[in-house]
Each structure stands twice: as structure tokens, then as C-alpha cells.
């Protein structure tokens, strides 16, 4: 006697397709676009640390620590402040991105600034 009956323990490995992959991608694509323009509106297209024109958009916590795409967790900010922001010579005060934010920036680190 066997304890395998028909079929019973069949249960499908959720392997994704890479037709599913893709599709997953081009979801999360969607994603980022969609945050992105309305991070850009509310933030009238301006960086929100020096404001000149923005270019890019930035995660407060970031994506690399598990910060998520989204409108609390993302500023519009020009490319000169978001390289500044990466390398943690300016950081974030506060952690919604929908209220009024203060930047640190660290004149001990060597910046270039
Ligand atoms: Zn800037």
C-alpha cells in the first residue's frame, strides 16, 4: 500500500514563464513611470533640494534597502543633487515626501562642492 494517490500531491512549481517575467516587468515599468509623473506634477518639475529643473527622481529610502516606488518614498530631483543624495553627502530630513523636507548636506565628506 502506498500513500500516493492519483494525482493528490501534484502541485504545480511556481516557476514563472519568462512570458509571466516579462509581463511582471512591464508591470513594475508601468509602475515606476506612473509614480514618476506624479512626483514630477507635485513637485512642479523643480528639485526639491536646489530647485532648478528636475531630470530624475529619487527614493528616500532606497530601492537597494528596500524603499518602494512610491509617492511618500520619491522626490523629483535635478542629476547634480541626486548624485550627491546617492552618495549620502546630502541626505534626507524627514520621511514623506509629500510634506515639506530639509536637506542635510555633509561638508566633511569630500563632495567637490
Ligand atoms: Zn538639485
Given at each position: ?38 512626483v514630477f506634477e507635485r513637485d512642479n518639475h523643480r528639485c526639491?533640494?536646489?530647485?532648478k529643473r528636475a531630470e ?20 523629483a530631483?535635478c ?35
Amino acid at each position: 500500500m502506498t500513500y500516493r494517490s492519483k494525482g493528490a500531491l501534484k502541485f504545480p512549481k511556481p516557476v514563472p514563464s519568462k512570458t509571466q517575467k516579462r509581463k511582471k516587468k512591464a508591470e513594475k515599468g508601468q509602475w515606476v513611470s506612473w509614480v514618476r509623473e506624479r512626483v514630477f506634477e507635485r513637485d512642479n518639475h523643480r528639485c526639491r533640494v536646489c530647485h532648478k529643473r528636475a531630470e530624475e527622481m529619487h527614493e528616500i529610502v532606497f530601492r537597494s534597502l528596500g524603499g518602494l516606488v512610491s509617492l511618500n518614498n520619491s522626490i523629483a530631483v535635478c542629476r547634480a543633487c541626486h548624485v550627491h543624495l546617492q552618495r549620502h553627502v546630502l541626505d534626507v530630513v524627514g520621511d514623506n515626501a509629500n510634506e515639506e523636507m530639509q536637506f542635510v548636506l555633509h561638508v566633511d565628506k569630500k563632495s567637490g562642492w
